[in-house]
């Protein structure tokens, strides 16, 4: 049985790779340090001998005895509240902690895949973003900890690659949902179905017309997973290229919650990237990869899961 090591384990979709990696027959650590994580995410698995939660910070050298043969790390802060609210965290675990997770790769000659973001190509200048597209990242603005931490931590990666020959992937992850979202965490969706289940009015920023293209979690954690499994070292966008104004998607939330809540505009927040669609023609030819769970479906899962949450709350 192999072993992966699995850090920001307690989060939304670090423990959706959870289930997916014990799913293939594997033996999972999940290390998370609670910033962000939540041990409801992963209580399903507490007892399980496959199973084993680690309570530790990245940004602190990791040892580990036993053998592991995949390092997968999510490690971070992955939403503007989170990133906003904890910037010094953001850009520590985007260096020292993918510095650390790499050593332990190293350490055990064991594959590693870092979970980097869409947000390396800042507000993009063509669409829909190819891997081989620089970005256009303002690297001082207020999402930069994220952003640059990112791009910095996606360098390192290829620098152990390349100079200490560690079997590296990394994936570009689109805007990504589903169950296990943080309700307060800032992103689009939760956000969008926390207000319409408590009557709230819903907030779009700017006049809405900025794009995005949402992927649904399980279609997300499989494309990882054959990533993993490949041959490939360079960057690979992973997400769904249906694009949709969040304008639309707004409307979309009002149509499946059955709402009376109404729409309101916001101020645009600074640095938002306009449109942000994924080009994964490199992942469909790689990996025989696309996803196959359509938005409403997804959403409809997603509601659920929420309107559970609040009449739990």
């Known amino acids: 049985m192999q072993t992966a090591l699995v850090t920001g384990g307690a989060g939304f979709v670090g423990s959706h790779l959870c289930d997916h990696l ?3 027959g594997m033996r999972v650590i ?13 209580q399903h698995h507490q007892g399980r001998p496959q199973f084993r939660f ?10 580990l005895e036993e053998p592991v043969h995949h390092v997968l790390h999510f490690a971070s ?3 503007p509240f989170d990133y906003l609210a904890y910037p010094i965290e953001t850009m520590k675990v985007g260096s020292l902690g993918t510095l650390h997770t790499l050593e332990v790769a190293r350490e055990h000659g064991a594959r590693y895949l870092l979970a980097s973001t869409s947000e390396v ?3 993009p200048l063509i669409h829909p973003q190819v891997e081989d597209y620089y970005g256009n990242v303002n690297p001082i603005g207020p999402r930069s900890v994220y952003d640059e931490a990112k791009r910095f931590a996606e360098a390192l990666v290829m620098a152990y690659h390349r100079c200490h020959g560690v079997d590296t992937k990394i994936v570009r992850i689109f805007n990504t949902y589903g169950p296990r979202m943080r309700e307060q965490d800032g992103r689009v969706v939760p956000a969008l179905i926390g207000q319409a289940l408590r009557g709230e009015p819903l907030t779009v920023f700017g006049d809405g017309s900025q794009t995005r293209s949402f992927c649904y979690v399980s279609d997300l954690v499989e494309g990882v997973y054959r990533l993993l499994m490949s041959d490939e070292h360079l960057p690979t966008n992973l997400g769904n290229p249906d694009e949709r104004t969040v304008l639309e998607f707004a409307r979309l939330i009002q149509e499946l919650t059955e709402t009376a809540s109404e729409i309101t505009f916001s101020p645009l927040m600074a640095d938002d990237p306009k449109k942000r669609r994924p080009d994964t023609t490199k992942a469909k030819r790689l ?16 509601i659920a899961y929420f309107h559970e949450r609040l009449g739990a709350g």
């Open 77 to 79: 802060p992955a939403s």
């Open 54 to 63: 680690l309570q530790h910070d990245v940004n602190e050298p990791l040892t």
């Open 287 to 302: 990996l025989g990869w696309e996803p196959v769970v359509p938005l409403e479906q997804g959403l409809r899962h997603t």
């Open 22 to 24: 014990l799913g293939k």
């Open 121 to 123: 190509y800042g507000d």
């Open 30 to 42: 999940c290390v998370d340090n609670l910033l962000t994580g939540n041990l409801a995410n992963i």
